[in-house]
């Protein structure tokens, strides 16, 4: 009797064959309806879906569609040919049951637990990242980069592009960028190297890494600058190192110091062509009583050399690499600030017997950046629009950092004091010692300015206070007006 009523129920189903929706959609939603509402009860058989199509005058596979969509969702038991059956559980008393868990099960946690290391790197990946706005550290001046001359080169690349291109380059990285970046680093930084020295990597901070997880076994001692830099910390912690903080002085790193606390490091972390965020010059005999020391310890040297391009007085200083006669120095660069930092692109070199098993770490991360931007950029290096563009920011950044300068002085006056840098793209203004620079920050950058503390840039004890400004990538305009904001906020101090 009751296979006869769902029978004749469903045969008074009312379909439309002039809609737009497909019939076997009609179908499947009707008979879903008289599920859901009750007409149809759990356990309730249907009839064949050969009766079904006569009695409803469809074809038979517009109803086995529909009955196998419900079975797929869970609306129907059995299979089509051997009896249907409406569902004991329907699929929403599946859905609410889990929505509202019985009071003994304890809720999960609305945040996922990381592993303690995990915890502790996203916090310090936290504390760097910064918006774009005026001081912003390390952004260079983003208008005045030849794009014209750059999407040439591009489209040059893209316009018949080898399969190579297409599937993968070496990676070391494109041969040809390889070649141009060891003629380039050897006329303008006296970097001794050949190509095969050279590995290619996404930016700096992935040469860091690499070489920390080539080198670093967890506990093992690492010098980093006292001020230094939040990134080259990131990696080191990443990979267990234990960092010994070694104070920068005038004359750079204080490898007596650094000698007397750790005497077995097995790293050496410096910016020795202008010191971050401090921005001073390691002198030569410090340079040499470095590698010295790193010979007798067996130690490595990454030298990290950020933004050495930009100096305004004389010539660009020879990096460290290339005083190294032991194969103890690793050297590490990137496009971020001469080009964009969009490019992705860096590169480290190294020691010839380091530079394999760096490679084959690499291929564990990523295998290399965009094939047609390294073919590119080698074009842009090898065609001279690299050193033109640097020349160019190079007058340019000279210029603004003399206007950051005076209008720090006319309108701050003896709040900040703030002196030349003779390189780079940022400056330190220092504040008294028991100044709270990291609140100035704070309302600083609530006025919409960047000003990162330098206590911030310590891993110790701070023995300096003061903020750095990211000069090079503001225009005069809008320097007048960011400091004119940074006014109220020493005013309210």
């Excluded at 040297?301 to 004389?314: I, K």
């Amino acid at each position: 009797m009751a296979r006869r009523s769902t029978a004749a129920h469903l045969a008074a189903l009312s379909l439309d064959s002039a809609a737009e929706t497909p019939l076997y959609r009609q179908l499947y939603f009707a008979i879903r309806d008289a599920i859901l509402t009750g007409r149809l009860q759990p356990g309730t058989r249907l009839p064949s879906t050969r009766t079904l199509a006569n009695d409803l005058s469809l074809s038979r596979n517009t109803a086995v569609s529909a009955y196998e969509q419900l079975l797929t969702e869970g609306y129907l038991d059995g299979r089509v040919g051997a009896g249907s059956y409406v569902s004991a559980v329907l699929p929403e008393a599946l859905l609410h049951a889990r929505r509202t868990p019985p009071q003994e099960v304890r809720e999960p946690s609305s945040e996922p637990k990381l592993s303690r290391r995990g915890a502790m790197l996203a916090q310090l990946q936290a504390a760097q990242g910064t918006p774009p706005q005026p001081f912003s550290l390390g952004l260079p001046e983003i208008d005045s980069f030849p794009f014209d001359d750059w999407a040439r080169l591009l489209a040059r690349r893209w316009r018949r592009p080898p399969t190579d291109f297409l599937v993968g380059v070496d990676p070391m990285g494109y041969p040809p960028l390889r070649e141009a970046l060891a003629r380039y680093l050897g006329a303008a930084r006296a970097v001794s190297c050949h190509p095969d020295q050279i590995l290619i990597v996404s930016g700096a901070q992935q040469a860091l890494d690499l070489v920390a997880r080539a080198l670093i076994d967890p506990g093992d001692r690492v010098w980093v600058e006292e001020p230094g830099f939040s990134g080259t910390w990131s990696a080191l912690l990443a990979a267990g190192a234990n960092l010994t903080p070694v104070p920068v002085d005038d004359d750079g790193i204080d490898v007596v110091e650094g000698r007397r606390i750790s005497p077995d490091a097995r790293m050496i972390c410096v910016s020795p062509s202008h010191q971050y965020p401090l921005g001073r010059t390691m002198a030569l005999r410090r340079r040499l009583e470095l590698l010295d020391w790193a010979q007798a310890a067996d130690a490595f040297v990454l030298e990290d050399d950020y933004d050495s391009e930009y100096r305004y007085a004389g010539r660009p200083l020879a990096a460290l690499q290339g005083l190294d006669e032991n194969g103890r120095v690793i050297y590490v660069g990137s496009f971020s600030k001469v080009m964009f930092p969009g490019l992705r692109i860096g590169y480290l070199v190294a020691p010839e017997g380091l530079i394999e098993p760096l490679c084959a770490i690499r291929r564990l991360l990523d295998s290399h950046p965009s094939s047609i931007a390294q073919a590119a950029l080698a074009d842009f290096i090898t065609d001279g629009y690299l050193t033109s563009h640097i020349r160019r920011m190079r007058a340019l950044y000279e210029e603004r950092q003399a206007f950051f300068i005076e209008t720090v002085r006319e309108i701050l006056g003896d709040k900040l004091r703030i002196a030349p840098d003779e390189a780079g793209m940022h400056l330190v203004g220092h504040l008294p010692d028991d100044a709270d620079d990291a609140e100035l920050s704070k309302r600083a950058r609530a006025a919409g300015v960047v000003a990162l503390p330098l206590s911030a840039f310590y891993r110790e004890t701070p023995h300096q206070k003061g903020l750095l400004f990211g000069y090079a990538g503001v225009p005069a305009a809008e320097t007048r007006r960011a400091i004119e904001r940074l006014a109220t906020v020493f005013a309210g101090d």
